[in-house]
């Protein structure tokens, strides 16, 4: 799979969001426009171990991508926004914004969606992590499979390094305990 999106404007789409015990409707344009965006796809939530160590990862480097230009982080998932919420909730992940990509319309525009019923999971988003500058890609990281390895190119310290690579990068105690997890369980 090999894709380049790099100087693409990103899909045009809308995203129903849920907040404050209502539904309401928001667009790309309203995500992405006039702000320096770091979004990262995970092919679901509670898809572990490898979707939260790629989670958490971007919620510990928050700060430090803020420091450097970011205006917001998007988690963007084939998804509803209550299972994004409430594994945002179980994760701690407070300082990344989840997108539900509920009908996989972003994804399939990004031509990441990918068939994982075989796994008993139907159709889901690559895993990939992108910077996007005013609605347009400027770089793109794609994993070489979906959901079988963990992060090694989509993870936030690539996409730290990209963006400036003397940044001073945060202790990942929340990634190294759940990488710790998973080791334990194998």
């Known amino acids: 799979m090999v894709f380049n999106h790099r100087g693409q404007r990103v899909p045009q789409v809308a995203f129903w969001m849920f907040a404050d015990g209502g539904w309401y409707k928001t667009s790309t344009a309203d995500l992405f426009n006039n702000k320096i965006v770091v979004a990262f796809a995970v092919s679901g939530a509670f898809i572990y171990p490898y979707a939260s160590i790629q989670l958490l990862g971007y919620n510990e480097y928050s700060k430090v991508f803020r420091r450097n230009g970011v205006d917001e982080i998007f988690c963007i998932s084939v998804n509803d926004p209550f299972s ?8 701690g992940a407070d300082q990344v914004s989840f997108i539900p990509d509920v ?20 159709y889901r988003s690559w895993r990939y992590s992108m910077l996007v500058r005013d609605s347009v890609i400027e770089k793109i990281f794609i994993e070489r499979a979906p959901i079988e390895t963990i992060p090694v190119i989509s993870n936030a310290e690539t996409m730290l390094n990209y963006i400036n690579p003397e940044a001073e990068t945060p202790e990942q105690t929340a990634v190294l305990m759940q990488m710790w997890r998973t080791m334990l369980s194998d």
């Open 84 to 91: 994004l919420a409430t594994w945002a909730e179980q994760e």
């Open 103 to 122: 009908n996989g319309d972003f994804t399939r525009e990004m031509r990441m969606m990918v068939n994982l019923s075989s796994q008993g999971m139907g």
